[in-house]
Structures are given as structure tokens and as C-alpha cells.
């Protein structure tokens, strides 16, 4: 196309293009209200802009309900400006000046991609497209075929168009491709035959089992990955990550300098691993706790709404029967009031209908109001559940919580009597001289005088009471979230179903009544 550069000058996409685009998509005999409201650009699924003479992608942002994008002929040289487009399916930028695969990174729903005709050299930056299922990127610049086996990547590849390049003209080229892509039927606009099929899995073993192996352990690796973030998101569900193991106790001494010196003690390290292993027993029963407890929290939630819908379909049931009735005879009335016209006749049924209507309006209410009283009075025991749920892992959570305090306060006694005696020996040369000389230099620095050791031990103790603190805020604050959250959204439900049924009874007996002819009955309107 770039020859045409010296006869046409390139634009840049702007509003005036994407609307005369969007307007020229509406049929000639629309009004011009009809073609405003067909040219909101929100509404726009397609859009085709070829043959523009267009250089640069641009104020596309706001057609963020597009689907299909047409961009080819023009003489765009990069990809760029269609991050908001993320609904797009169809792409064609075909006969263009672009030479980098690139700016597509969004673009998740994409399945046909048309890159037909340009100065591309290499495929690559397409990780993200995995909905891709058409794929040209012939009469390009491609010439290492060894390039195409990016494409295995793509697992819904289905029809791939590469004529044209440099390396189709390699020998073997149509075997190589169709083995490093086994899942493809369609290669250059021809069918991939079964025979070609297994000739190039014959001839290309040896470069294509070790990639198998590869994605093999790849994709077992990922597997490991999605089941370890699966457990996770299940233990953050129940407050309960990183308490299983010691992920919690590593976090006490993590950056603690001083606690690491002092393990090199004779007697500090047996007394960190045995404070090690009762406080992860102490974690261990909070961590199984935690998970116990969800269970339970997710049973009760659960049991809540199989009960209120239980109640729901048993009114439901019976406001259709109410209303099956009701319009069998009002069906007959409307018949015989147009039968009759007008005269005592008519003025009778009249009046009677709008008995009937008003009866309708008086059964449907009163059961409402009583289907309201279950559900509310459902909702408050559900509310106390919840309430005693809530208050009964709190103060279990704080007993365990208490629990890692004591350890780590009778820990930190223990510690500074080891501590202290070694720095009385020291002082008193009582140290036998092959364990003083066996002392690290920073251990030696940090036992220079009794206020300094006390005071770094003192600090590290400190620091570790305010994880331990932390950890057990983080819990009752996560608690506290979901008391609030779950027993809102119950009742907010309810608030809005009630809402909702008041008005599809209202608009039911205005209709009702507008059918009946009454001039003179007072319209309902639904209460805000």
C-alpha cells in the first residue's frame, strides 16, 4: 500500500470517521431520530473502515461494545489504540504497512484475526488470544518456519493461512507446519488430509516428542499451580491462609537479625525448635478449626435460602391459583359486558367486577403480608444463627490467639535466662576457652553489655507479640466483614423481593381494572 503514499494523504481515525461509519451501516429510509439512536456509538457491534487511507489507529475507546473491526486497506504501520475493545471477534487488518505482531493483549474473545499482507517478520505476542480459531498472516515476511511452532500456544487453531511467505517455499514446508500444529483442518485454504496428517507426524517425531514432553510438564505444573491459588482462595474464605504449616511462626523471626545471631547460642536453638513445634501445634488446631467452622458458616447460609425459597415457591403456587381463578370468571364478565354493550346489565357486571378486583387485590396483599411475616421472622432466626456463629469463633479464635501469646512470652523468658547467663560467664571468664573461641564475632558484638542484649531481645519479642496480634485482627476483622455482609444481603433479598411483588400486584389490578372500563376507579401507583 505504500506506494500509494505520494497520491493519497493518511488520516488518523477520529469521531467524524467513526460516526459517518456508524451512520453509513443504517438503512437509507430510517428517519433522522431513528438513525441518531442507531449511530450511539454504544450500541455499535460493527464497524467497517477500509479503503480510508488511515495511518494511525486511534478514538476507537468508545465503541466498547464492538465485535467486528474491519481496518484492512489503509496503511496502518503499528497496532495500536484497541485495548478497550475487549468484545472484539472479529479483527481484519489485512493489507496494511504493520511489521510487529503486537497491541492485541486484550483482545481475550478474539477468534478470527486477520493480518493478511504486511511487513510482519515474526509471530509472536499473541499469548493471550486462546480463543483464536482463524488465523491469516499470509504475504508477509516470515522466513524462519521454525517461528510457526509459537503457534501451538493457540490450542483452538483451527484454520491457519500462511501462503505467501518466504519459508513456504521450503521443502517439507506443509508437513512441518501440520506436524508443530496437529489440531489444525485447514492450512493455506486446504483441507488437512488424514494422510498428510500422519506422514507429518512420521517425519518430524523427533523435533515434536520432545516438545510434547515439554508442554507436558508444563501443563502439570500449571495444573499443581491452579490446584494451590484453588486452596488458597478456599483457606482465605475460612480467614485461615498461611496457618497451616509454619508460615505463620517463619513470619515471626522473618528479618530478625538479632533472634538469628543468638540461635548460634549453646541451648537457644533446642529452645526455638521446642517453642518451634508447640506453637505450630497451637496453629495447626486453629487452622483445622477455621476450616470446621466455614463449613458450618457455609451450611447454615446455605440451609437459609433452600428454606426461604422453599416459602417463596409455596406462595408463588398459591398467588397463581388465586389468579387462575380470578381470570376464568373475569374472562366470562368481559365476554358478557361486551355482549350486553351498555344498560342495567352492564352497570351490574361492572360493578361486580370491580368487587372481584378488589377481593383479588385484598387476597393477594394478605397473602404477601403473610409470606412477608414468614420470611421475616425466618430472616431473624437466621440473624441470631449467624450472631451466635459469629460470637462463639471469635472467642474461640482469641482463646487459641491467647494461646501463641503465652508461648511466645514463656519463650522469650526462657530465652533472655539463657542470654543473660552466658553473658554473666563471659564477664566472669567462666566460658571454657574452646566455646569462647567458638562464639561468632556478631554474637560477641551483640553480648558487648547487658542493656544492649536486653534491649534487642526485648524489641524482637515486641515485634513478634504485634504479628501475633495482627494475624489474630486480620481474623475477627474478617468475621466481623462477613456477620455484616451475609445477614445485609439477606435481608436486603427480601426487602427486594417484597418490593418487587407489590408492584407486579399493583400493575396486575390497574390492568385489571383499565380492562373492566372503570373511568372512575383510582389507578394504584407502586410506592417508592
Not at 419 to 448: G, M, N, S, W
Request: proline fraction near 2%; charged fraction near 30%; hydrophobic fraction near 40%.
Amino acid at each position: 500500500m505504500s506506494q500509494f503514499f505520494s497520491n493519497v494523504e493518511p488520516n488518523i481515525i477520529d469521531d467524524a470517521m467513526v460516526q459517518k461509519a456508524t451512520e453509513e451501516k443504517c438503512p437509507e429510509d430510517l428517519g433522522d431520530l431513528a438513525r441518531q439512536e442507531n449511530t450511539n456509538v454504544k450500541v455499535v457491534t460493527e464497524l467497517q473502515l477500509s479503503f480510508k487511507s488511515i495511518l494511525q489507529i486511534d478514538n476507537l475507546w468508545q465503541l466498547e461494545n464492538l465485535t467486528k473491526l474491519q481496518l484492512d486497506n489503509n496503511f496502518i504501520e503499528k497496532i495500536e489504540g484497541l485495548e478497550s475493545l475487549v468484545h472484539l471477534v472479529w479483527l481484519d487488518l489485512s493489507f496494511n504497512n504493520i511489521e510487529v505482531i503486537e497491541g492485541l493483549d486484550t483482545l481475550v474473545r478474539l477468534q478470527d484475526l486477520s493480518l493478511y499482507s504486511n511487513r510482519i517478520s515474526k509471530i509472536e505476542h499473541m499469548d493471550t488470544l486462546q480463543e483464536l480459531q482463524i488465523f491469516s498472516v499470509g504475504k508477509n515476511n516470515l522466513t524462519v518456519l521454525e517461528d510457526v511452532v509459537y503457534l501451538r500456544r493457540l490450542k483452538n487453531l483451527r484454520t491457519l493461512n500462511l501462503g505467501g511467505n518466504p519459508f513456504c517455499s521450503k521443502e517439507h514446508y506443509r508437513l512441518f507446519v501440520v506436524a508443530h500444529l496437529p489440531s489444525l483442518l485447514y492450512l493455506d485454504f486446504k483441507l488437512v488430509r488424514r494422510s498428510t496428517r500422519q506422514a507429518a507426524a512420521v517425519k518430524y517425531q523427533d523435533l515434536t516428542k520432545p516438545l510434547e514432553q515439554e508442554e507436558a510438564q508444563v501443563l502439570a505444573l500449571q495444573e499443581i499451580e491452579e490446584a494451590e491459588q484453588k486452596e488458597l482462595e478456599y483457606q482465605q474464605t475460612a480467614f485461615v491462609e498461611y496457618l497451616n504449616g509454619s508460615l505463620l511462626f517463619d513470619s515471626l523471626y522473618a528479618e530478625d537479625r538479632e533472634a538469628a545471631i543468638l540461635a548460634s547460642l549453646p541451648a537457644v536453638e533446642d529452645l526455638l525448635q521446642a517453642y518451634k513445634k508447640e506453637f505450630l501445634s497451637v496453629t495447626e488446631k486453629l487452622y483445622n478449626y477455621g476450616l470446621e467452622e466455614y463449613e458450618k458458616r457455609a451450611a447454615e447460609v446455605s440451609k437459609f435460602y433452600k428454606r426461604f425459597y422453599e416459602i417463596l415457591t409455596a406462595n408463588q403456587q398459591e398467588s397463581k391459583r388465586i389468579i387462575s381463578d380470578f381470570e376464568s370468571q373475569n374472562q366470562r364478565r368481559l365476554d358478557e359486558l361486551y355482549q350486553a354493550g351498555s344498560g342495567d346489565i352492564a352497570e351490574s357486571e361492572q360493578t361486580q367486577g370491580k368487587e372481584d378486583i378488589h377481593q383479588l387485590w385484598d387476597a393477594l396483599m394478605t397473602l404477601e403480608t403473610l409470606v412477608s411475616n414468614d420470611l421475616e421472622e425466618l430472616l431473624q432466626d437466621f440473624k441470631r444463627s449467624i450472631d451466635v456463629m459469629a460470637s462463639t469463633f471469635i472467642e474461640t479464635i482469641q482463646g487459641i490467639f491467647s494461646q501463641c501469646r503465652d508461648l511466645e512470652n514463656e519463650h522469650h523468658e526462657k530465652l533472655m535466662e539463657i542470654v543473660i547467663a552466658t553473658l554473666e560467664k563471659l564477664q566472669e571468664e567462666e566460658f571454657e576457652e574452646d566455646l569462647q573461641d567458638d562464639l561468632p564475632d556478631d554474637v560477641r558484638r551483640l553480648l558487648v553489655d547487658k542493656n544492649t542484649i536486653v534491649n534487642a531481645i526485648n524489641m524482637s519479642h515486641r515485634i513478634r507479640l504485634q504479628k501475633v496480634d495482627k494475624r489474630e485482627s486480620d481474623m475477627l476483622c474478617n468475621i466481623y466483614k462477613w456477620q455484616i455482609s451475609v445477614i445485609e444481603k439477606a435481608f436486603q433479598t427480601e426487602s427486594d423481593r417484597n418490593r418487587a411483588c407489590i408492584k407486579k400486584i399493583i400493575c396486575l389490578i390497574n390492568t385489571l381494572k383499565k380492562e373492566l372500563g372503570n373511568s372512575d376507579t383510582v389507578i394504584l401507583e407502586p410506592m417508592e
